[in-house]
């Protein structure tokens, strides 16, 4: 018999018994080898795409102990002596897996327990992981509890995680602080400054490139700089309080980029003289503002609602990865016109992100978070010396001379290197002023054309499906559940009001969700709300002091371009991330996803390089030609407008790749989850349930307001 001891029983095993290997050959490779898929759906994908269903679970057998988790042995004959206990697995297995006559377990719900974890970095996850709804540590029982039937059998996420009664992902007990956790002061400005510090490239590189693009100085570029700190501060506030109301980041986009590149090289700015840069701010001021309206109604319309059946991972993914994979021709080309500097930077945030991201100091993965920054500080300080050591100073020549009026051939050899790889070329820092509020219209009053205004439109819904993906997974870590398609669209149509401030102050670009917050939320492990409004108090005041933006924007050119080399690959990496709450393995997934990613980098290289000869003289620089289209693209008309339309809009990757995912993914048979749809609590029982209410209710009972619209409420 058994020894009845409990405190000598051997440990239980996995919950229901792992079969043995012998007792079926495995179907595919995966098995072959071992490999387990932890997928968002309740089954798995075969390797021809077919989506096997498990059996439905059945009674607890009389045969199963439920305490030790594995199959007690059979009653002993009464004239035999005592039977040894049982092995938990069987020693002479046969066709189904367990010994002649013995009956086939079938375990229960109530008895599954969650599997235990390594988050994203390999860190295991502590037994005392499995949290209440609420992220609260349970009493410790004298004997495992039963725990309630559990919709799904595998979790959404690969990080630690619970599976609650409706098969959501409970919050996460890695997480320091969660949502609605106010630590003190000091914490809170401590994590907040770290997460505002660790997405710093999102924040200050766009202006550092559309600026110089549009023909400002770098006086220019300070004001830009500083008014999208003031901007990503107040939109993130609102957002944090009257959004979604996840701790997630607004402000500028790599999504608005490549939209706000090709108005710049517009054909009809091309020839402007006089100041350009105020110009063309107008203009890219009043396409904002059209295209943020738009999204403002899409949101608070409830047709976002609508749109969500449309939006899936496997569409969200390519589309993301488009963004990053679609400036490919700025990145390293501008690195290689001074390597030394820009290479070295890239290697340096590649050793900090990948090759030291498990050292910790202090209980802070340093290396990990501060990756960007630190690379971007030694680097800096590296050129500094070499410059002030005159290794970029050639007899007689002058950085500030044009070349085209040098005389001397070795000056004219030199001067690309004196211009890229000297770190005192830029006046920014002290011609910018110590105070400096950025104010609305401060540009002039925006200009408005329709053209541009629909151009802005479409990436308006692309940065929509970012933002859903960012929800989804943002909610996953810090919240008790996912957010309801009410408070989806409250955040969409919140990003839509943000965007109209941007437009309105001048910052270049639409507002919306950093892509890149997510992964900081996870990396950081902090949550909280108050984190994340704290670091924005911050970045309001910064910007109200005018050496900020000047110290920003003397960045050398090289080291932006090296940095967007890192950040571009990671946005590539986050929106293929998406994909692990689909069944990727499937066939269906692969064919759809490979087609919408290499589509989106073909379909436009055909309109960018139509009707453009190979010896043709071009006055904008090369990297900037994909976005001259409208000049010369393949579609061609008697209205000039729709030309301009459709040939630009046909030129962004992001474009051709929803396009291409959104059309596929909604017409290829697929069950929920295979295609892992997107899973949203439902509003009437997220009402009945305190923590979900006290997660996105808004504050000052605002939410009444919106109780009699339930496609905004919660």
């Known amino acids: 018999m058994a020894n009845s001891d409990p405190t000598k029983r051997p440990r239980p095993g996995p919950w229901p018994p792992a079969p043995d290997s012998t007792a079926m050959p495995p179907p595919s490779w995966a098995k072959k080898t071992g490999f387990r898929p932890k997928f968002s759906g309740e089954t798995n994908a075969s390797d021809s795409g077919q989506i096997v269903v498990p059996p439905k679970p059945k009674e607890p057998d009389s045969n199963v102990d439920l305490e030790l988790g594995r199959v007690r042995p059979p009653p002993a004959a009464p004239a035999a002596p005592a039977a040894p206990a049982a092995p938990a697995v069987p020693a002479a297995p046969v066709a189904n897996g367990l010994p002649e006559g013995e009956k086939v377990p079938v375990p229960s719900e109530k008895t599954q327990t969650v599997k235990k974890r390594r988050n994203s970095d390999g860190a295991p996850v502590p037994k005392s992981s499995a949290l209440g709804p609420n992220g609260q540590a349970p009493a410790a029982p004298a004997e495992p509890q039963p725990r309630r039937p559990a919709r799904s059998d595998e979790a959404v996420d690969v990080l630690p995680q619970t599976v609650d009664d409706d098969g959501f992902v409970a919050r996460h007990s890695h997480m320091k602080y969660e949502l ?46 500083s008014t999208v700190l003031f901007v990503s501060g107040v939109t993130t506030l609102l957002h944090t309080s009257f959004g979604t109301r996840l701790p997630l980041i607004q402000g500028p986009s790599f999504v608005y980029l490549a939209p706000a590149l090709a108005i710049i090289n517009s054909p009809e700015f091309q020839g402007l003289n006089g100041n350009n840069f105020k110009h063309i701010m107008k203009e890219l001021q009043g396409a904002v503002i059209i295209a943020s309206a738009f999204q403002t109604i899409l949101g608070y319309s409830g047709l976002m609602s609508v749109l969500l059946r449309l939006i899936n991972p496997v569409v969200v993914s390519p589309t993301i990865a488009a963004v990053g994979l679609s400036f ?77 009026n040098m005389i001397s051939e070795h ?14 070329t830029s006046h920014a820092l002290k011609s910018s002023p110590w105070f400096r509020f950025p ?120 080291m932006v371009a090296a940095l967007l080399c890192f950040m571009w690959a990671m946005l590539a990496a986050l929106g293929l991330s998406n994909l692990r709450y689909s069944e990727a393995g499937s066939s269906r997934n692969i064919i759809i996803v490979g087609l919408s990613l290499f589509f989106s980098l073909s379909i436009p290289a055909y309109f960018q390089q139509y009707g453009i000869s190979p010896n ?43 396009l291409v995912a959104v059309i596929l993914d909604n017409t290829v048979p697929g069950s929920r989850q295979e295609r892992g749809v997107y899973v949203w609590s439902e509003p009437e029982a997220a009402r009945r349930e305190p923590a979900v209410a006290k997660d996105y209710e808004l504050p000052f009972r605002v939410g009444r307001v919106f109780r009699w619209v339930k496609w905004v409420g919660l």
Request: proline letters at 5%; one cysteine or more; charged letters at 10%.
């Open 180 to 225: 609605r956790d106010t630590p003190g002061l000091v914490p809170i400005g401590l994590y907040g400054f770290q997460h505002y510090v660790s997405i710093l490239g999102s924040l200050i590189l766009i202006p550092l490139v559309i600026v110089p693009a549009m023909g400002g100085d770098h006086e220019d570029t300070a004001m830009v700089v």
């Open 328 to 404: 490919y021709s700025y990145g390293f080309p501008q690195v290689g016109t001074c390597l030394e500097i820009g290479a070295v930077q890239i290697l340096l945030v590649i050793i900090f992100s990948l090759y030291l991201r498990k050292i910790s100091v202090m209980g802070h993965r340093v290396f990990l978070i501060y990756a960007v920054p630190l690379g971007l500080a030694i680097t800096w300080a590296t050129a500094f010396l070499l410059t002030e050591a005159g290794v970029y100073n050639y007899k007689g020549c002058d950085v500030n001379v044009p070349a085209s």
């Open 411 to 424: 000056c004219r050899k030199h001067v690309s290197r004196m211009k890229h790889c000297r770190v005192d």
């Open 439 to 558: 104010y609305p219209l401060q540009w002039g009053t925006p200009v408005f054309h329709w053209k541009m205004a629909i151009v802005m439109c479409v990436v308006s819904v692309i940065s929509s499906v970012d933002s859903v993906g960012s929800y989804h997974a943002s909610s996953l870590l810090v919240a008790s559940r996912p957010p309801t398609p009410g408070v989806l669209s409250r955040g969409i149509g919140l990003e839509g009001i943000s965007s109209v401030l941007a437009g309105l102050w001048g910052t270049g670009t639409g507002s919306t969700t950093l892509t890149e917050n997510v992964h900081t939320i996870a990396v950081t492990k902090m949550g909280s709300r108050r984190a994340v409004e704290f670091g924005a108090c911050v970045l309001i005041a910064l910007s109200l002091v005018g050496k900020v933006g000047g110290f920003i924007a003397s960045i050398p050119e090289v």
């Open 616 to 658: 043709s003289n071009l006055s904008v620089p090369s990297y900037f030609q994909p976005y001259i289209v409208a000049s010369h693209g393949p579609f061609r008309s008697n209205y000039g407008g729709v030309n301009y339309v459709m040939n630009t809009l046909l030129s962004f990757h992001m474009v051709i790749a929803f």
